[in-house]
T-cell receptor, first 114, second 118 residues
Framework: GEDVEQSLFLSVREGDSSVINCTYT??????LYWYKQEPGAGLQLLTY?????DMKQDQRLTVLLNKKDKHLSLRIADTQTGDSAIYFC??????????????FGKGTHLIIQP | GAVVSQHPSWVICKSGTSVKIECRSL??????MFWYRQFPKQSLMLMAT?????????EQGVEKDKFLINHASLTLSTLTVTSAHPEDSSFYIC??????????????FGSGTRLTVV
């Protein structure tokens, strides 16, 4: 079955880079996602990566995918207080298509120190 | 961008009553919507996949008679928690698949509904 693992907490100083790691088990995943959830709110799609890519950069966000090790990471450059949230790694379940839901990790709570 | 509107944001109900949660796609048509449940400090767990004009597909362990899903139109899916009990208290979130530029896809989420059963 599918399983997505993440560390529960990450503490960084403001201005430093944050690296949030994720491992997954389903080698047939086509898309992998990073979502941000602020307290009491829904999920905001930050970025995604297709399984045939190794890296994707979008402004302060860099996603690295090691398909061999089934490891995904999200790097946030110049971390700000507004980045404080829970970050979820997710993979698309099944073999693709519009009817597939997502399998989520438990989320990494990013804590910013002044 | 694609927006999914979910209502209500929070609801408190008495044990034994039913609660309906609505999820609307505002500027796009959603043939398929997904319903998730999130326990405190836990991940989101997929409950069911809602298909317009047909029966929902439930994940293993989710009681379909307890969590009624109706997807009557391309822009509206509803989740009704029937005969709610305190253990049904949770955060419920709906989601729809959308096209994300450039050429990929993602899932957009509603803002969630905090259900408390007393």
């Amino acid at each position: 079955g599918e399983d997505v693992e993440q560390s529960l907490f990450l503490s960084v100083r403001e201005g430093d880079s944050s690296v949030i790691n994720c491992t997954y088990t389903d080698s047939s995943s086509t898309y992998l996602y990073w979502y941000k959830q602020e307290p009491g709110a829904g999920l905001q799609l930050l970025t995604y990566i297709f399984s045939n890519m190794d890296m994707k950069q979008d402004q302060r966000l860099t996603v690295l995918l090691n398909k061999k090790d089934k490891h995904l990471s999200l790097r946030i450059a110049d971390t700000q207080t507004g980045d404080s949230a829970i970050y979820f790694c997710a993979e698309r379940m099944g073999s693709g298509g519009g009817a597939d839901g997502l399998t989520f990790g438990k989320g990494t709570h990013l804590i910013i120190q002044p | 961008g694609a927006v999914v509107s979910q209502h209500p944001s929070w609801v408190i109900c008495k044990s034994g009553t039913s609660v309906k949660i609505e999820c609307r796609s505002l500027d796009f048509q959603a043939t398929t919507m997904f319903w998730y449940r999130q326990f405190p400090k836990q991940s989101l767990m997929l409950m069911a996949t809602s298909n317009e004009g047909s029966k929902a597909t439930y994940e293993q362990g989710v009681e379909k008679d307890k969590f009624l899903i109706n997807h009557a139109s391309l822009t509206l899916s509803t989740l009704t928690v029937t005969s709610a009990h305190p253990e049904d208290s949770s955060f419920y979130i709906c989601s729809a698949r959308v096209v994300v530029p450039p050429g990929g896809d993602g899932y957009t989420f509603g803002s969630g509904t905090r259900l408390t059963v007393v």
